[in-house]
């Protein structure tokens, strides 16, 4: 490289400095001329430089200036009029000034046009995320708009809006209701009827209000209406999930230390998605005293047991009394430290975090740490009623996860994604698991994702969001297996994947969705 930089002395400098230089003053056979407005700018900024103390900025920005200089219009700064020693003595005083003696070459040369890049990497989210992907804030005004018509059609005060008795007293259960709230094609409504011959259908009045009118695959749409796919996909029965992990009544347990209590099978909404979707019953069951005490017995005789999850159904469908019973009963059990909560209950009905069952988990967590883990799928489910009961949450529990399913139409764009984790994080919540869509489930197969785009949804998350924000990207095959590349052993679109357990180095087969299936129309637009 040519240049002349007169009398500084490059050796003096560090790497970054030199390379700055050097830019600044290469021969250049492209010349144009410089505009007069940016040579007083430059020259403004070397003012500012030599009067300012411990300021760093101003000496950033003339080095700025004159790099843009140079790469718009060929020109050198004593081209322009500004003295080479004089650069170099501000090269030295930004250094001395700066804490961690940062050169202006390595903000200026290497810095700052690695933040340029980082910044067009995320510009497509930020220009486009309102639109792409609008989360509950966004659209409160229609959502609050939407709450006044289903009050009104169904008769609802604001206190039983305000209140999970409400809500529950007022759940939509049939395509006939659900009609009269929003405008349902008479083909949808036939197979509605049909769906729920078969399977129940339940929609808090608060969740529907989240639907958007005119939305053709509204996530929320998807996730609480049944469609006739969830009829015409059923084929062979897969053995129930955990049926084969099931050593007590009541009791999952993959893992020799953490179990799953499935207290109940109620649910504030039954989710199009559901892995017990084919095992919920025709009618809501809680356990009497005597059955819970089968699956406490089993935990209080196995030693190695170390956390226990309380789930369903839905654990928050249970009442205060019966889930403060649970609670000291494992607080009890001197090797059990850890409980946990499931439930995607305050994403549907929030009413429901009342203050008895805050105070409920703030004593249990005072003795060992509580673990809320939920479900939230949407950025549409992410409310200010949402961010508010998870917040209360967060002052008496140990930590909230949120274990999101990936599914088509809902979440399966890297704008949808990157808001979902960023707004979890801002609701108090931590993005800890993302699971493929379940093949377990023939009935919901048409809400499948192929797995490389759930790889890469979370893999373009890496340098671009928050660390701690990302979740991890795992199928469920006999437990939890990351899809990372490590545990893929072969790949097979449309066909069975490979992959390995990680704990016991087992490989199993996982069925994929081919992305040919993946880009066909499905769900609500089959009734357009």
């Known amino acids: 490289m040519e240049c002349d930089v007169g009398n500084v002395d490059l050796s003096k400098m560090d790497k970054f400095d030199v390379k700055l230089f050097e830019l600044l003053y290469e021969n250049s056979n492209q010349k144009s001329e410089v505009p007069q407005k ?46 080479k020693d004089e650069l170099h003595l501000m090269a030295i005083k930004h250094k001395n000034t700066d804490e961690h003696a940062v050169s202006v070459g390595g903000r200026v040369y290497s810095a700052l046009p690695i933040v340029a890049q980082a910044n067009a990497r995320v510009q497509d989210y930020l220009n486009n995320h309102k639109k792409d992907a609008p989360s509950g804030f966004d659209l409160d005004d229609q959502i609050k708009e939407n709450r006044r018509k289903i009050q009104k059609k169904l008769n609802m005060s ?16 049939s395509p006939e209701q659900l009609a009269e709230i929003i405008d349902l094609p008479a083909k949808l409504i036939e197979d509605i009827h049909r769906v729920s011959e078969v399977f129940r259908m339940r929609i808090s009045p608060y969740y529907a209000s989240l639907i958007i009118p005119g939305q053709i695959n509204d996530p929320i749409l998807i996730q609480s209406v049944p469609t006739g ?25 993959f893992y020799p230390r953490v179990l799953t209590i499935k207290a109940t099978n109620m649910c504030a909404m039954f989710c199009t998605h559901c892995l017990r ?49 649970l609670l000291e009963e494992l607080d009890k059990i001197p090797h059990v430290k850890i409980k946990r909560l499931g439930s995607r209950t305050p994403i549907m009905t929030p009413q429901r975090i009342d203050d008895k069952f805050l105070e409920i988990c703030e004593k249990s967590n005072a003795i060992k740490p509580i673990r809320f883990v939920t479900q939230i799928n949407s950025v549409q489910e992410m409310t200010p009623e949402v961010h508010e009961a998870f917040k209360k949450l967060s002052s008496v529990t140990s930590a909230i996860l949120n274990q999101a399913v990936l599914l088509r139409g809902v979440n ?26 379940s093949f377990r489930n ?81 769900s609500f637009e089959k009734y357009q």
């Not at 809680?286 to 935990?299: D, F, G």
């Open 412 to 437: 399966d764009t890297r704008n949808k994604m990157w808001k979902l984790s960023e707004l979890l994080q801002e609701s108090y919540i931590r993005p800890y698991y993302l699971f493929n869509c």
């Open 277 to 325: 979707i084919a095992h919920i019953s025709d009618k809501d069951w809680v356990s009497s005293k005597n059955t819970y005490e089968e699956a406490l017995n089993y935990i209080r005789e196995n030693d190695n047991i170390r956390d226990v999850l309380i789930t369903g159904g839905d654990a928050l469908a249970l009442s205060n009394k019966r889930i403060e019973y």
């Open 38 to 83: 940016e040579i007083d700018e430059a020259k403004e900024w070397l003012e500012i430089s030599k009067t300012s103390n411990k300021l760093t900025n101003p000496m950033v920005q003339l080095f700025d200036k004159l790099k843009s200089i140079k790469e718009n219009y060929g020109a050198s700064p004593n081209e322009i009029g500004i003295d």
């Open 158 to 173: 604001d206190e039983e809006w305000d209140s999970y008795g409400g809500q529950m007293k007022h759940a939509i259960t």
């Open 442 to 522: 023939p009935e919901f197969a048409h809400l499948r994702v192929p797995i490389k785009v759930g790889r890469d949804l979370v893999e373009s998350m890496y340098g671009n969001i928050a660390g701690d924000a990302i979740p991890r990207y795992l199928a469920t095959a006999g437990g939890k297996i990351p899809l990372h590349q490590d545990n893929v052993v072969q790949a097979n679109d449309g066909g069975d994947y490979i992959l390995k357990k990680p704990w016991s180095g087992e490989e199993v087969p996982y069925p994929d969705m081919s992305m040919e299936e993946y880009n066909k129309p499905f």
């Open 229 to 253: 796919d969830l009829i015409d996909n059923r084929g062979e029965e897969i053995a129930p999930v955990a049926s084969d992990h099931s050593p007590a009544r009541l009791v999952d347990q």
